[in-house]
């Protein structure tokens, strides 16, 4: 009974990350869609020249997962949204399982053991884990599922992270920031690293222009 309770706490979790997002979207082109509508043809032609000036000022970062070996593994990208990073992961090569997925404190993926990237990022001072109430981490990401091929995909959207520089919680702080796959699942409660085990891949998180 608590296991289940504990799964669907997490399935809850999880799928406000993603719901988030996709309510996002779905506002906006539903707004847009309203506008081009009820405008005359001069207004419509002024909220489009606007939307189209919006989309190039879109703040963009990527970063590449690469083992131990140096091998890459994959790849993930952020995307500044109106109210937080939508985060796009695809790994391939990969042994089948579940494995841990954080941001990291410090810009750096000093082989072997990738101790160089710090704690998770945490700039709120919070505990680990989306189950912990004193938690999560701004870095707290969910675990990432790798199938029989080889292959992993998840897309998550999070509010607790920007892009934007000189914000308390911006990926670009002095120092920078990376990303960590761990050896197992995170439990999403232990503190402070969810019990996932040694860390397998690293990626530093760098701007794209
Ligand atoms: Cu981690």
Excluded: W
Aim: with cysteine.
């Amino acid at each position: 009974m608590r296991n289940l309770i504990i799964i669907m706490s997490i399935g809850f979790a999880l799928y406000s990350l993603t719901a988030y997002g996709k309510e996002e979207t779905r506002q906006m082109m539903g707004n847009k869609d309203m506008m081009m509508k009820s405008g005359s043809m001069k207004e419509q032609h002024t909220i489009m020249e606007h939307t189209s000036m919006m989309e190039t000022e879109t703040i963009e970062a990527k970063a590449q997962l690469r083992n131990n070996k140096g091998i890459e593994i994959g790849n993930v990208m952020f995307t500044q949204k109106d109210n937080g990073v939508e985060i796009n992961v695809e790994v391939n090569n990969m042994p089948q399982g579940v494995y841990a997925f954080h941001i990291h404190e410090n810009g750096l993926c000093d082989t072997p053991d990738y101790k160089s990237c710090g704690g998770h990022f945490n700039p709120f001072g919070k505990k680990h884990g989306f189950l912990n109430q004193e938690g999560p981490h701004a870095g707290d990401l969910p675990n990432i599922e790798v199938n029989s091929n080889g292959k992993g995909y998840m897309r998550v959207m999070t509010s607790r992270m920007t892009l934007r520089k000189g914000e308390m919680n911006s990926l670009f702080k002095e120092g920078g920031t990376a990303v960590i796959l761990h050896q197992g699942p995170d439990d999403y409660i232990s503190d402070p690293a969810g019990h996932g085990g040694a860390r397998i891949a690293c990626g530093i998180i760098e701007e794209m222009n």
